[in-house]
């Protein structure tokens, strides 16, 4: 039995009945299926792969000059999945779904944000959306036109990650929220480190989960000293 029936055999027996699971996906272009990878898990490695995502490396989140320690749109993505991977496997939800639609929800993302896409939509004739343009990337843009042949389920997920989406899957509405989640509380991260806010600037709830001036605990319940690491 090749490796991808055994996962997809594993997929019944352990996801919920309401997960998407990875023998049901539907490409709008038929093709022969892969020996060791799912679908899903294929649509994952073809975005990953692209040019698309490459670019995102460049494709700045707010600041105009990130440098090295701020977020990039590919460090969002990738954040994103993280956080929507470990939302998905809490409740048993396909997790190589959950990942591709992350990992490809921003492939048409302008930079500079929404600030970017606002501009791009006042000057384009027929609008810009960064979603429906992440699409064109995926279906038409990449390998010289012939797109990726996602499946649709990763498709749907990818169009409808906007606040006024609603995607089709539970795994797309766990990436529309995740995308939520991780860009606000990276924005308060990049805003703090750049200067522009301060902790004290920040809601009492939000200062209060962010452990802010605590030191770790050492082994015999005393607070720890950062000097003694070296690393003040």
């Not at 997790?95 to 639609?101: F, G, K, S, Y």
Request: charged residues 30%.
């Amino acid at each position: 039995m090749v490796i991808r029936k055994l996962i997809e055999a594993t997929e019944e027996k352990i996801l919920a009945p309401w997960a998407q699971k990875s023998a049901a996906a539907v490409r709008e272009h038929e093709e022969e299926p892969d020996d060791l990878r799912t679908a899903y898990q294929r649509d994952r490695d073809r975005i990953i792969h692209s040019m698309a995502f490459r670019k995102l490396k460049h494709k700045t989140q707010v600041y105009l000059n990130p440098g090295d320690h701020y977020r990039t749109r590919l460090t969002h993505s990738m954040e994103v999945s993280q956080i929507a991977r470990t939302i998905a496997r809490a409740l048993r939800l396909n997790e190589d779904l959950t990942e591709a639609i992350a990992l490809g929800h921003d492939l048409g993302h302008t930079p500079f944000g929404h600030a970017g896409e606002r501009a791009l939509n006042q000057i384009s004739p027929s609008g810009f959306q960064h979603n429906l343009q992440s699409i064109r990337v995926v279906e038409y843009l990449e390998k010289d036109g012939r797109g990726l042949n996602l499946t649709l389920e990763v498709l749907d997920g990818i169009k409808n990650h906007k606040t006024s989406g609603k995607p089709c899957t539970l795994e797309g509405q766990i990436v529309r929220l995740s995308d939520k989640i991780a860009y606000i509380n990276h924005d308060i991260d990049d805003a703090i480190r750049g200067g522009i806010l301060k902790p004290e600037d920040l809601p009492e709830i939000y200062k209060a989960s962010r452990h802010y001036n605590k030191k770790p605990i050492g082994y015999d319940g005393s607070q720890c000293d950062h000097q003694q690491y070296g690393t003040a």
